[in-house]
């Protein structure tokens, strides 16, 4: 479970660089846009550090035997 959290933090933060960097381009302030980025880019943000706290209580430690029936 951690290793999948932590491609899609990944996967997020990438995107995130992208979208920071496509903005570069657009002139500041279009239709509001900006606006709209930074607040999204803040929801973002703390939905990130939620979710990088919150990993150690998806560590698991691996893939459990089950266990053998009591006959």
């Known amino acids: ?5 932590e ?3 990944a996967d997020l933060d990438k995107a995130m660089i992208k979208l920071r960097d496509a903005m570069g ?3 500041n302030r279009v ?3 900006k606006k ?3 607040e999204a ?3 973002v943000a703390t939905m990130t550090t939620t979710v ?3 990993k150690p209580l998806f560590n698991t430690g691996g893939k459990r ?3 053998s029936r009591r006959r």
């Open 7 to 9: 491609s899609k933090v």
């Open 41 to 43: 880019a803040r929801k």
């Open 31 to 33: 239709g509001g846009f």
């Open 52 to 54: 990088e706290a919150a």
């Open 1 to 5: 479970m951690t290793s999948q959290l």
């Open 36 to 38: 709209e980025h930074d």
């Open 25 to 27: 381009s657009l002139s």
């Open 65 to 67: 035997r089950p266990r």
